[in-house]
Nanobody
Framework: VQLQASGGGLVQAGGSLRLSCVFS????????VGWFRQAPGKDREFVAA????????NFLEGVKGRFTISRDNAKNMVFLQMDSVKPEDTAVYYC????????????????????WGQGTQVTVSS
């Protein structure tokens, strides 16, 4: 399994950005996927997660109402739509994936993810 994250860049506060995570492997619908971020000098933190079925999601409290996570199982992709971004959203964003026995399971714990992408930098200017 390999993950490739992309879509990061420089955006002004209040703007939008869409991150993508491409999954290489089989039975993608049985993989829960999550987005995490790591700001300079800080630990990596959970941002959003989605079940294999795509209908169960969870978000960091500080991004609720601003970020949306979705997936296209036909294309083996997961997206993080970031709207109304703030300078505190600046970080390297990583996507993680882990196999689940049920497509309706969601995973939020960093240690539960087995596979990780390389990260994509998001910088929000004020």
């Amino acid at each position: 399994v390999q993950l490739q994250a992309s879509g990061g860049g420089l955006v002004q506060a209040g703007g939008s950005l869409r991150l993508s995570c491409v999954f290489s492997g089989r039975t993608f619908s049985h993989y829960a996927v999550g987005w995490f971020r790591q700001a300079p000098g800080k630990d990596r933190e959970f941002v959003a997660a989605i079940s294999g079925s795509g209908d169960i999601t969870n978000f960091l409290e500080g991004v609720k109402g601003r970020f949306t996570i979705s997936r296209d199982n036909a294309k083996n992709m997961v997206f993080l739509q970031m709207d109304s971004v703030k300078p505190e959203d600046t970080a390297v964003y990583y996507c993680g994936a882990t196999w689940t026995s049920s497509t309706r399971l969601m995973v939020t714990g960093e240690s539960q993810y087995k596979y990780w992408g390389q990260g994509t930098q998001v910088t929000v200017s004020s």
